[in-house]
Each structure stands twice: as C-alpha cells, then as structure tokens.
C-alpha cells in the first residue's frame, strides 16, 4: 500500500475507532441518570449495558474469524453502520418516552432491544481495526500502531464525555443524533479510504492458522479485569456526585462528563505523544502502567471531594494511556499473522465480559457505599499488575531457555 493510502486508512481507522468510542462513551456516562428520569431503576440501567456487554462476547469472536474469511474492510463498514443507527433509535426512544408517549416499560425493552442490535453489529470495529494495524506495521512499531487506535479511543471517550457534559442532562435526543452523525462521517472514511490491507491478503490463503492461547491469555485476563474497573467506574462517577457529593441530576451528569473527559484528554496525551518518546517494551508499558492505575483508583475511591476524584480519575487515564497499547501491542506480538483477527476477536470477548461484569457490579456496590465500586476497580488493577509482573516474568525465561538450547545446537 503507497504510503499516502496507507495514511489515509489510518485515519480511517482512527475516525472508526473515535465514533464507536464516542458513542460507547456518552451511553455509559448519560444512561444512568437518564435511566432514572425514563423511570428505570439503577440495576436496570446497568442490565442494559451488561446484557449487551454479554452479546460482545459472543459476536466478537465471531466477527475475528470473519476478518480471516472476508477480510477487514468489510467487517469495518457492518460495524460502523449499526454504530450509526442505533443512536438514531435511542434518540427516538427518549425522546417519545420524556414526551410521555410511551411507557417505562414499553421503553426499557425497546432501549435493551436497541442496544443489543448495535453491540451485535458494532462488535467486530475493534477486531478488524487491530488486525488491521497488525497487517499494515512491522513488529517494532506495533505499539505505537496500537497506540494510535488507543488515543483515537481516549478522543472518541472525550467527545462522549463532552457531549454528556454540555447537552447530555439537557438535550439527549439532540446527542444521540450527533453521535449518529459521526458514526456515519467515520463510516463514510472507511468506505472511501480504508482499502483491504495487502498484507491481509498474503496470509489470506491459510485463514485457519491457530491460536496459541497459552501464549496469549494473561493479556486476555489484563483486559478483562482492567476493563472491568473502567466500566465500573464509569457506571458510578455520576451517581456518586449525586448520591455522595450531593449534586442535583443533571449537575451530576455535566460533572461527571467533565472528569471523564479529562481522564480521556489524559490517555490521548500519553498514547499519541509519551509513548513514542519513552519508546519502552510492550510488557513494561503494561506493567507501570497497571500499577499506577491501582494507585490511582486508591485515590480515588479516598477522595472527599470532586476535585481530589477529578485528580484521581486524571492520573488514571495517564496509567490507561501506558496500559492499554501495552497489553495490545503484547498480544499482537505474541500471535501469528495468520490469526491477528482471531486474536483480537478473542481479546474483544474478555472486553464484553468486562463490560457485563462493571456496571452490575458498580450499581450493586453503590447500594452498599459510594465508595466500594472504587476499591473493588482497586483490587482489579492490583491484579492486571501481577499478571503483567508475571507475563514478563515468563516471556524473559523463556528467551532465555531458548537462547540455552541454541548454544546446546
């Protein structure tokens, strides 16, 4: 691919990746105080995202296959049209329940059935994005490849968080149908300048080479668990601004957009900028940066006011933006170039089981206290930063009985 088009997919790709992530974003900053003025309780605001979350987890390996099969362009283009759809659903399903048009339970089923159709075909966006970057970087510039899809990402999350923050209390019906639009603007990229990558074509032959899950599972294991504390944490901040800091409902949602946002605005910076220049190995990434989110959802969880919990929630998305293109980068390294699409399929399932597990857990936590959903995420990084500690452990040893067994030849 010349390199003027291999650019212009990877803004493509970048333009995909921010919608998805913006919509994702504003759905889980808004819904739950948007829930309860629809008439939804807590529990059922968060089965809605936990029931899709369990449909990602199906879908996506799926769609990781299909990568291999059918390529992954085409994959892109299903993905980006039910991202487009579905707010254009959500927007009408508000808008005609806070008219008083239907009912609370007429609206909670269509809502639920609404976002279990784009999870089913949205699922495999982030699978066909990282195989792609896979098939178009060579192996020393693979986390700064997935970097780029982790701040694009951490932009799309600002943008939702932003659009929560200035009309998300006021006018949802209006957000919904602007993260439409920029579905359908990504959409429009995709079709017009993401080719099929050529390298994808070259491996195309033998779509069935294996996973190696024994190489691959303890990046499997960071995203579930880190995924989980995110998703927990966004399922709670608003709620916790309103239940414990004492802000009124729409105050609480514009609060908790604002420190979202900056969390975002945090992992863009340390993806798009400070990983080129520490230029570290994937598995050191992944291990400081896991480290320093658990201490900083500590912080978190300690915090008395909004601005120590808005500090807190930026210093974890300085850690999310080490993290995450760490364990990708990780992944991808670790998988053959012939299973780079099942590989990020079978990551996408630790995500949705992820996002099944945080929300539930968040609001049921919440009963309990504000802050036990925060020392709950705590304890889940604790565990991505042994598992990463113990990842590297074992990549080291094993370089090092292969280097023996080369001297024995």
Not at 177 to 183: F, N
Request: net charge positive; glycine share 12%.
């Amino acid at each position: 691919m010349p390199p003027t088009r291999h650019s212009l997919a990877q803004v493509a790709l970048f333009l995909a990746v921010m919608a998805n992530a913006a919509g994702q974003s504003f759905l889980f900053v808004v819904l739950p105080p948007l829930g309860r003025r629809l008439g939804f309780t807590d529990i059922q605001a968060g089965t809605i995202l936990s029931a899709s979350a369990l449909l990602l987890m199906i879908a996506a390996p799926a769609w990781g296959y299909l990568t291999e099969r059918i390529g992954r362009r085409p994959v892109l283009v299903i993905a980006l049209t039910g991202a487009m759809l579905a707010p254009l659903a959500f927007g009408f399903i508000v808008g005609r329940r806070l008219d008083g048009a239907m009912s609370g339970a007429l609206a909670l089923g269509l809502f639920l059935a609404a976002r279990s159709a784009q999870t089913l075909l949205s699922a495999g966006l982030l699978p066909a994005s990282q195989a792609y970057v896979a098939d178009i970087t060579a192996p020393e510039a693979r986390a700064g490849g997935m970097g780029i899809l982790g701040a694009a990402y951490g932009l799309g999350a600002i943008i939702g968080s932003a659009l929560a923050w200035r009309i998300g209390g006021s006018d949802a019906v209006l957000a919904f149908l602007l993260v439409s639009g920029l579905a359908g603007l990504a959409l429009a990229s995709v079709a017009l300048f993401a080719p099929e990558p050529r390298r994808h074509h070259a491996v195309a032959a033998s779509p069935g080479a294996d996973l190696n899950l024994s190489r691959i599972w303890p990046f499997f294991a960071i995203t579930l668990v880190s995924i989980s504390a995110y998703s927990i944490v966004q399922q709670v901040v608003a709620l916790r601004l309103q239940d414990a800091f004492g802000f009124a409902s729409d105050d609480s949602i514009a609060k908790a957009g604002l420190a979202l946002m900056a969390t975002a605005l945090a992992m863009i910076v340390v993806q798009g900028g400070v990983l080129r220049v520490l230029a570290l190995r994937p598995e050191t990434l992944l291990g400081a940066g896991a480290l320093l989110a658990a201490i900083a959802l500590l912080l978190a969880a300690l915090a008395q006011a909004y601005a120590e919990l808005f500090g807190a929630l930026v210093l974890l998305g300085v850690a999310l933006g080490l993290m995450l293109p760490g364990n990708l980068a990780a992944l991808s390294l670790r998988t053959g170039p012939g299973a780079q699409g099942k590989a990020a399929g079978f990551n996408v399932v630790g995500q949705g089981l992820g996002l099944a597990i945080g929300p539930l857990t968040g609001a049921a936590l919440h009963q309990l206290s504000p802050q036990m959903p925060f020392l709950a995420a705590t304890v889940l990084l604790a565990i991505a930063f042994a598992l990463a500690v113990g990842a590297s452990r074992r990549r080291r040893f094993s370089a090092i009985d292969e280097a023996a067994r080369s001297g024995e030849a």
